[in-house]
């Protein structure tokens, strides 16, 4: 079974950049299609993109597409989400997912990391 564990987050202004990091365990990830979420209190999580196992593909929501990108290192088991051009909307709990299948919401991830807190301030 897949274990993920995220880099910290922290708190950064708004226009700055960050990147999330996502280590998962075992011997499988390439296999997975990976890909964060992202949650605020009283909402849904919501989807920020995703990535094919061989990271050929990407997709993400139109929210923070052109600012964000999902890149993975096979090599390294290590899946990332690069943040430009932040923002205070983009303040969340980012969470990484792991899934067999393809997904653009929740209900087809099978492991989720711990999840960890962005702020953006204005």
């Known amino acids: 079974q897949v274990q993920l564990v995220e880099s910290r987050g922290g708190l950064v202004q708004a226009g700055d950049s960050l990147r999330l990091s996502c280590v998962a365990s075992?011997?499988?990830?390439?296999?997975?299609?990976m890909g964060w979420f992202r949650q605020t209190p009283g909402k849904e999580r919501e989807f920020v993109g995703v990535i094919s196992g061989l990271g050929w593909a990407t997709n993400y929501a139109d929210s923070v597409k052109g600012r964000f990108t999902i890149s993975r290192d096979n090599a390294k088991n290590t899946v990332y989400l690069q943040m430009n051009s932040l923002k205070p909307e983009d303040t969340a709990v980012y969470y990484c997912?792991?899934?067999?299948?393809?997904?653009?919401?929740?209900?087809?991830?099978?492991?989720w990391g711990q999840g960890t807190l962005v702020t953006v301030s204005s």
């Open positions: 075992g011997r499988t990830f390439s296999s997975y299609y």
């Open positions: 997912a792991a899934a067999a299948r393809y997904f653009l919401g929740t209900s087809n991830v099978d492991i």
